[in-house]
């Protein structure tokens, strides 16, 4: 139930009973609901079951008595050592000082923030302390819930009982959160994606980690990026809005806001040198003999890619599916279909490797290091003994700071030979996670056959901002601008011509299984008129679905 109407339809039912005396929304949050749902063409009541997590009756009768006791089911702290990041040198920063301004005099605004790479749980902490002590609230958004962001423990470790974490959870415990967060039972909450919408009064400071994290786009309707929701949300409740990322995104850099970044530079010095034989740099080869504890980035998994059929020569592919077939864990198996490698020409089994997966990778480094080499199950930093890990994009993960003496980035060629718009955006902000792990007086060896790449260039830098002028260039020229609403929609054959008649920057019209597929990309402005005319589409059977920013 939203309010009063006097538009009533004919088959209006009375109203039987209230199935709940807990309100789900408040004035506040079915406005932005509504913007939403404007913004990204869904259904106001999809949008509405978002921003609510599902309800479990029982909590409520219960939650009577645990309302007003703050923080007395939230489990505190689960073991584990306290972690205390070291306190955020805003002195340090261009713009420091004036973000720092903002949050202490409650003000509104918008600031993307790079950090220093081991300021970037301090500079979440201090912003949220400085919110609370300006008698605000504050929510930090993190992409993942597993393992738990070094940034999210910090959050919790600093400030106790006042932190709701909204971070994974049975259907129950989320519900009996949220409740206790309605009931105005803590002053910070800590959480994924639908923690953007938590329901805290008095909002000072959204604070979102890693926002170039891919995570953080819903990937069901209304398909929404929580960037763009914590922006507005935060413009609607006269907050401060914080995109923090070491590698900011081409859109949150599009948006024109102040941007707050070390003054001189924090990073390791990164050497940039071309892959040797099976990609093993001479120089790589030496730093590995010499270090203690470093991360070595081999983004292929397995050992290497089956190249020829020994038995009759053919070249290597999957005799049912035509697939490439690659060497893992012992096995060559396709990588489409996992059926056992055999060749499709003679059913020979024995076959000639490309070696140069992260297996090998392991193998040779082990061969060279003067300490333990391995490839850890789950994300971990190496030990403070004294530890070498190999790993790919899962393994660059928000695990506090590094300490490391070395960094080496295997392959970064191989992000330009991956389909999609964003892949080297998204392989860039990776690198640049991993080369913040580096100790500043450490190492970063990148292997590149294309030194001049503006990626590479941001990662010397420790700086993307000609990346992203690069970007934007070649986003426009694609006809998906930086910044213009992005949509796809699904619908039947008529569907193609009535998308003809809109006013739009592209649109690419596609067949796919008797359907039609567009991508569209919109000016800002048309939005509310294509959004009017593509729930006119589907209420005759033209559109079926659509979704927002789709991954390009
Ligand atoms: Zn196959
Ligand atoms: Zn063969």
Redesign the pocket.
Known sequence: MLGPTDDIPPSMLTVQGLVSPIPSFDARMLDLARWLSERYVAPLATVIDRIVPPRVASEESEGAASAGRPGGRSGGRSGGRREVPRPARWGEYEGGPALARAIRSASAGAFVLRPIPDDEAGAAVDAVSACVAAGRRAIVLVPEATPMPYTARAIRDAFGDLVAMFVGGDKRARYRMWLDIAAGGYDVVVGTRPAVFAPLADLGLIYVSRESHPALREDRAPYYHVREVALERGRREDAVCVLAALCPSTETAAHGLPEVAPRGRRWAKVEVVKPGLEGRAPRVVQALRQTRRAFVFAPLPGYGVAQVCRNCASPAA?A??G?VLRQAEGEVR?V??E?LGTCAVCGGLDFGIRRGGAERVEEWVSAVAPVPVSRPPSPRLPAASGEILVGGSEDVRDLGPGGLDLVAILDVDRAARRPGLTAVERALATWMEAAAWAIPSGRVIVQTSHPAEPAVQALVRGNPGRFHERERRRRAQAGFPVGAPTYRVIGDERLGSEVGGFDVITALVTGLGGRTVCLLALEPGRVPAFGAAVREMAARGVVERVEAEPHL
Do not use: Q
């Open positions: 999957c049912s599916c697939g396709c489409v279909c059926a």
